[in-house]
């Protein structure tokens, strides 16, 4: 039985996983709304929360569970990348649960624990596979031969994708977090009213920065009358990054011969990118909401290809901005 914690970012989360993979919980509280007013996460107020719901968080996990801490036999926890207080309370606690019983320790590469997000459960992708991330600090192709690890094939050369949504909806007054809100206001506009540009940097490579700045021309052009194109501007922009994502999968599985993909990232719950997966020509995975956006069973899922480091080994154990 693994118990993982994830605090990488605003969302203080823990689960609780066996080592097949079997999710027995996920719980992941969010603040987004105490940082929705400043339109974007405040690192030091991200700290300070996890710091006051880590240990209610990590409890109702095993609550949930019907687990107690007798039954953890392996903790694990997100290492990085991520905002360096917020980890710190992750990996500083679960250090003490682990020490504190003599039982090993897990560190975990946020970004492993997206990439193997779709190994779990009763529907589990197998290797070899492709994998999207896109996140709100990351966007790559992967290649998953064997779940412990994993080969970057392509990634953003400036924004990621949820980076774009975020700022797109800030351009578009829809406030924090942008996705969600683009998402919800584009099946309400037309995709095709506004050209938006789909840079192709390099042949599995991404970029967004453009992107934003032509919406930001877009809407400068349309002066007053920009409010009344919301939902055009919204469904257009969200297009040319689902366009951006599809166009890069399909080559990467074109080049590497590879006949399974899987998605994940927070950007893997909107609803176009879910659906235009979907209709592509080949087995796709496709993780509920929950495991796409931050959370920890993920970080557990990954925890079971990794080798635990046996007590004391972990108690220097630091927490690590960039991995
Ligand atoms: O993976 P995640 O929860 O945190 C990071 O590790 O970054 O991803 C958060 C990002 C944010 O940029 C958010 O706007 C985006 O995922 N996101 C979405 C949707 N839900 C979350 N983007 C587009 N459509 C969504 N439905
Ligand atoms: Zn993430």
Redesign the pocket.
């Known amino acids: 039985m693994i118990l993982a914690l994830e605090t990488?970012?605003d969302?203080t989360c823990a689960a609780v996983v066996s080592e097949d993979g079997r999710i027995e919980s996920n719980v992941i509280a969010s603040q987004g709304l105490l940082h929705a007013r400043y339109g974007g996460v405040v690192p030091e107020i991200a700290s300070r929360h996890h710091l006051e719901l880590v240990d209610a968080v990590t409890a109702d996990a095993l609550e949930r569970a019907g687990r107690r801490l007798d039954d953890v036999d392996t903790v694990a926890v997100t290492r990085g990348p991520g905002l360096i207080g917020a980890l710190l309370v992750g990996v500083s606690s679960a250090k003490a649960i682990a020490a504190t019983r003599r039982l090993p320790l897990v560190p975990v590469d946020?970004l492993h624990g997206?990439v193997v997000a779709s190994t779990l459960g009763e529907n589990a992708v197998e290797a070899p596979y492709l994998c999207l991330v896109a996140?709100?600090?990351?966007t790559f192709l992967a290649r998953v031969d064997d779940p412990a690890s994993y080969e970057v094939l392509g990634q953003t050369l400036d924004d990621?994708a949820?980076?774009a949504?975020?700022k797109g909806a800030r351009l578009l007054g829809l406030g924090y977090?942008?996705?969600?809100a683009?998402?919800r206001l584009a099946p309400k506009g037309d995709p095709e009213a506004f050209d938006f540009p789909r840079s192709a940097p390099g042949e599995l490579d991404f970029s967004f920065s453009g992107l934003k700045t032509a919406l930001l021309y877009a809407i400068r052009d349309l002066g007053d009358s920009a409010a009344q194109h919301s939902r055009d501007l919204a469904a257009s922009y969200q297009r040319a990054i689902v366009d951006a994502l599809v166009s890069r999968i399909q080559a990467a599985l074109e080049r590497e011969g590879i006949e399974r993909l899987a998605i994940g990232?927070?950007?893997a719950?909107?609803?176009e990118l879910r659906e235009a997966v979907a209709r592509l020509d080949m087995p796709v995975w496709i993780p509920p909401i929950e495991l796409?956006?931050?959370n920890a069973a993920m970080i557990a899922g990954a925890a079971r290809f990794l080798e635990p480091i046996p007590y004391p080994g972990y108690l220097d154990l630091d927490a690590a901005a960039r991995l």
């Not at 996140?135 to 990351?138: A, F, L, Q």
């Not at 977090?177 to 969600?180: E, T």
């Open positions: 990488s970012c969302d946020h997206h996140s709100g600090g990351h990621a949820g980076e949504f975020d977090p942008g996705g969600p683009i998402d990232g927070g950007v719950a909107n609803s796409c956006t931050d």
